[in-house]
């Protein structure tokens, strides 16, 4: 994605080591896609995270030191562009036609339940 849609900040926690974090934040509500650039609403931007291990401070004290405890988060590390979903909510799968969906049940069989 072009860096004009991509965004860093920086996250601050003081009982957080590292105490700063920086963030990706998707600026563009579509993707910029063609020869120029232009923002195209086929798609839309969407933050990519990755789950990191900090560490935290807690209360407790040890030897006059702060003590530590692992804590794992999620952060957005960019953004990338997906296809936008059709409107159709009658649509099953978009790689199958509901025709096609059909031949594959019996006439006395139902839908999987999750």
């Known amino acids: 994605m072009p860096p004009s849609c991509l965004l860093q900040r920086i996250s601050y926690?003081?009982?957080r080591y590292p105490k700063?974090?920086?963030?990706?934040y998707c600026l563009c509500r579509g993707c910029l896609t063609g020869l120029f650039g232009e923002?195209?609403?086929r798609f839309r931007s969407t933050p990519v995270y990755m789950p990191t291990v900090v560490l935290r401070r807690?209360?407790?004290?040890?030897?006059?030191?702060s003590?530590?405890?692992?804590?794992?988060?999620?952060i957005p590390v960019g953004c990338t562009c997906v296809p936008e979903q059709e409107k159709?909510?009658?649509?099953?799968?978009?790689?199958?036609?509901?025709?096609?969906?059909?031949?594959?049940l019996g006439p006395?069989?139902?839908p999987a339940r999750p």
């Open 13 to 15: 926690d003081p009982a």
């Open 20 to 24: 700063y974090l920086p963030e990706a």
């Open 39 to 41: 923002e195209d609403f």
């Open 58 to 65: 807690t209360a407790a004290c040890a030897g006059g030191r």
């Open 67 to 74: 003590v530590y405890t692992e804590d794992y988060v999620t």
């Open 88 to 104: 159709d909510a009658d649509s099953i799968n978009s790689s199958i036609d509901k025709q096609g969906a059909k031949l594959l």
């Open 108 to 110: 006395n069989d139902e």
